[in-house]
Structures are given as structure tokens and as C-alpha cells.
């Protein structure tokens, strides 16, 4: 959190628990709607709805879509329906269709009954795709001109826009151009439009060469093609090039920010959307299943320590020495995970290159545990004066180094070949897999040479 926001928060929270009714009102009037939501975020769950209540007509369907699944749903709950209407009234149809998942049936049926046939066709495209394709991203409001037209008839045109509907279009950075059958056929810059020549056509300046983007292409291909093109926005048309709608930035960071906060979170255990004062026990719920999937690796782990319990009471070197083992591989692994799962997440492995990347990350594997068994040999020797067992420790680091690169090599893609996030999930089944390999090889060989 920056010391700006932080401050906020101060300000914010003081002024609450000073007059809950009003004492906000003032200072959430010159703030975004992002920068709101992710206040209220920060606020225990008393102070929530106190601020929500103080909160602009205007910018209270924004905050709300902003706001993580639990704490929107709760805050809609505490809304009357007539309010719920009239703030978001305002909003696009593809910000709309984010949010009416979440909303009571009769304000949506209230919503679109109150639609224009315009409007209301509009939003009904927007519902026909999913949120996580670029279907349910893009906004229908194209502003799509003619490519024989020229620049005085485009000028008029934006201006009747901009007094139709109050204002143009967020993130307008150019006009998608089109024929007379809704073809898509190129997009013109509006540094264009004020450049040139009123008198100009068009079709005669236009930039043809322009990515496209079907409607069911998955958001988060959709954020890569905006990153390697370094657009502002793009426009969506379907197999036969018909112009559909249009994506711009502000979306494609929103998810961006959802794919980062799923890996960081995913990684815990956590769900993606966890409130930080969500209910007690819903967060302990959703907690303790990841929780238990780990005590059970980890009595899998203890019980791989307790085939070879003879030989630690025989040496208590073993014990001590034990610990590293997991350590080193666990991270030599992670490192490997972390790597593969990128990859696949930006398209980058395929069926052409998964066995060179396998090869290459086991090469690795294996010059590190070599490098690192001589260091441990020594370690080992020099610290007990013990030179079987400083062999037999660089011999299970090797083992355990290797491992972790292998594991972290497939596990993704195995996972990912289940329908199973390797964000997830892979961290749990990695450790497992060099915590019982790793002290299986190290207790094992102590058993056989040492013994």
C-alpha cells in the first residue's frame, strides 16, 4: 500500500469512528473509484458500510465493480434496490454484464426493462460471452465510422455522439473503420483525424494493418496481444470480420492484476478474491482445506523418517543433517516450477520444445547437485569427521537437486493436463514429492553404507 493511500486510510478511519454517518463524505469526493474500493479493502468490516453509505451515486456502480466477489456481494446486500438502480444506470454494458451476476434478479430485470432497444441490444451481446474471454471484455460501443466518409462528416459525427450520450467513449484513442456491411477494415488514430485535412477520406489514411481479436479468444492471450503490440485498444470481430465491439487497456490491466493476485495467492492456498476481514470462519474454512492437504504431505514425509527411525537413533548426525536435504531441494525445484509454469502461462512451451526445456532444466539440475554435493561432502566431513557419511550427504543432495528439477519440469504439465491450476497446487505436490524423495535418498544410503 502506498503512503499516500495509507494516509487515506488514516484520515478515512478516524473520521468514521468520529460521526459514521457523515464524517467521511468529504474526503472520498475527489477520489477514483479505484482508489476507493481498495479503502474500503482496508477497512475492518465495521467501517465498511458506514463509508459505502457516504459514498456518490455516481461512483458507487464503479467502486463496486473494483471490489473483490465476497465484499461486492455483501455490500449489494446492504443496498436498497431503487439506489442499487440509479448508480448503475450510468455504467457501460460490458461494465454491467461484470457485475449482474452478483445483483438480485428483480434489479436486473428493473435495469433492463428500463433499457432503450438500442442499449438493451447492446448489453444482451456483451451476456452471450463469458467474463473470462474477450467477448466479456470488450465494449459494444465501438465508434466505428465509415471508411468513404471524411473527416467533417466524422468531426459531426462525434460531436452528435457526444451530445447523445454525454460524453465519448473512455480510453478513445482511434475510431474503428468499416464498410457499408460492418466489415472491419482498419482503425483511424484520432491524431489523424485532427492532422489532416477536413476534406479527406477516410479510407485514404486509415491504418488497415491492425491485430484482431476474436470474441472467444481467453483474456489472458488477450492481455499478451495488447503487451507485444502495445496497444491502447483493439478491436473484436468475429470469424467472417465483422466488427463486434472493441477491448481497451483499462481492461486488460484489470486482468493482469487478476493473473498476478491468482498466482501470489494460489500459492498459499488462497482463494483469489480473499478479503482480508472476510468472516472468520469462512476464511478459516477455506484455509483449513489447504491446511489439511498439507499435514497429510507432511505425515507423508514423516512417515518416509520413520522407516529409518533405527538408523537416527544410531547416528544423530542423520537428524541434524536432514533438514538441508528438504531445504535444497525444495528450493532447486521452485526455481524450476516457477519457470515452467511461466512458460505456459505466456504460451511458451509446446510439444515441440518440452523435451529440450526438460532436458535443459535437468542439465541444470544436475551441474548444481554436483557442485553442491562437493560443498556438503565437505561440510559434512569437516563438521563430524565422518567421511562415509559426508559422501552419503552429497550423494542424497545430488539425488534431491536432480529431483526437484525433474518434479518441477512436469508436475505443471501434468497438472495442467488434469484441469488443475499449476499456480495452485503445484508448490504442494512439489514439496511433497522432494521432501519424501529427499529424505528417502539421504536415510537410505546412511542405512545401507553407514550401517
Known amino acids: 500500500m502506498s503512503t499516500r493511500l495509507q494516509e487515506q486510510v488514516g484520515l478515512i ?254 500459492r498459499a492456498g488462497l482463494d483469489q478474491h480473499e478479503d482480508m476481514f472476510a468472516p472468520v470462519i469462512n476464511s478459516s474454512v477455506r484455509r483449513a482445506v489447504w491446511l489439511g492437504i498439507n499435514l497429510l504431505t507432511a505425515f507423508l514425509a514423516a512417515w518416509v523418517i520413520g522407516l529409518f527411525e533405527g538408523s537416527i537413533e544410531k547416528m544423530v548426525a542423520l537428524a541434524v543433517l536432514m533438514p538441508v536435504v528438504a531445504s535444497m531441494g525444495g528450493v532447486a525445484g521452485s526455481q524450476t516450477l516457477t519457470l515452467v509454469t511461466r512458460g505456459m502461462a505466456l504460451d511458451q512451451i509446446s510439444r515441440r520444445n518440452i523435451w529440450k526445456l526438460a532436458a535443459h532444466e535437468l542439465t541444470i539440475g544436475a551441474l548444481n547437485g554436483l557442485f553442491w554435493a562437493g560443498v556438503v561432502a565437505a561440510i559434512a566431513y569437516y563438521w563430524f569427521n565422518d567421511l562415509m557419511l559426508g559422501l552419503v550427504f552429497g550423494a542424497a543432495m545430488l539425488i534431491v537437486i536432480f529431483t526437484g528439477a525433474l518434479v518441477g519440469t512436469f508436475i505443471p504439465l501434468i497438472l495442467k493436463r488434469m484441469g488443475i491450476d499449476p499456480a495452485l497446487a503445484g508448490g504442494v505436490v512439489l514439496t511433497t514429492a522432494t521432501d519424501a524423495i529427499g529424505f528417502f535418498a539421504f536415510l537410505g544410503l546412511a542405512t545401507v553404507m553407514l550401517f
Open 13 to 266: 478511519t478516524d473520521a468514521l469512528e468520529k460521526s459514521p454517518e457523515s464524517g467521511a463524505s468529504c474526503l472520498v469526493e475527489s477520489m477514483s473509484p479505484a482508489e476507493i474500493s481498495r479503502v474500503i479493502e482496508s477497512l475492518p468490516g465495521d467501517l465498511r458500510t458506514p463509508l459505502w453509505l457516504q459514498l456518490p451515486r455516481l461512483k458507487k456502480g464503479e467502486v463496486l465493480l473494483e471490489l473483490q466477489g465476497g465484499l461486492r456481494k455483501s455490500l449489494i446486500k446492504q443496498t436498497d434496490e431503487k439506489e442499487l438502480i440509479a448508480c448503475l444506470s450510468v455504467m457501460q454494458m460490458d461494465e454491467l454484464a461484470d457485475l449482474d451476476d452478483d445483483l438480485p434478479m428483480s434489479v436486473v430485470n428493473a435495469m433492463v426493462k428500463a433499457m432503450d432497444v438500442h442499449r438493451r441490444e447492446r448489453y444482451e451481446r456483451v451476456k452471450l460471452y463469458p467474463d473470462d474471454v474477450a467477448g466479456g471484455l470488450m465494449d459494444v460501443d465501438a465508434t466505428a465510422v465509415r471508411a468513404d466518409v471524411t473527416f467533417k462528416a466524422v468531426l459531426r459525427y462525434l460531436r452528435r455522439l457526444r451530445q447523445r450520450e454525454g460524453s465519448l467513449p473512455e480510453h478513445l484513442d482511434s475510431l474503428m473503420v468499416i464498410d457499408r456491411h460492418n466489415r472491419f477494415m482498419g482503425i483511424l488514430p484520432l491524431s489523424h483525424l485532427v492532422s489532416y485535412d477536413l476534406s479527406t477520406i477516410v479510407g485514404e489514411v486509415m491504418s488497415p494493418d491492425v491485430v484482431g481479436i476474436t470474441p472467444l479468444t481467453p483474456n489472458t492471450e488477450v492481455a499478451r496481444i495488447f503487451e507485444d503490440h502495445d496497444l491502447m485498444s483493439a478491436p473484436v470481430m468475429d470469424d467472417k470480420g465483422y466488427l463486434l465491439g472493441r477491448i481497451t487497456v483499462d481492461d486488460v490491466i484489470n486482468v493482469m492484476r487478476d493473473q498476478a493476485d491468482r498466482e501470489i495467492l494460489g
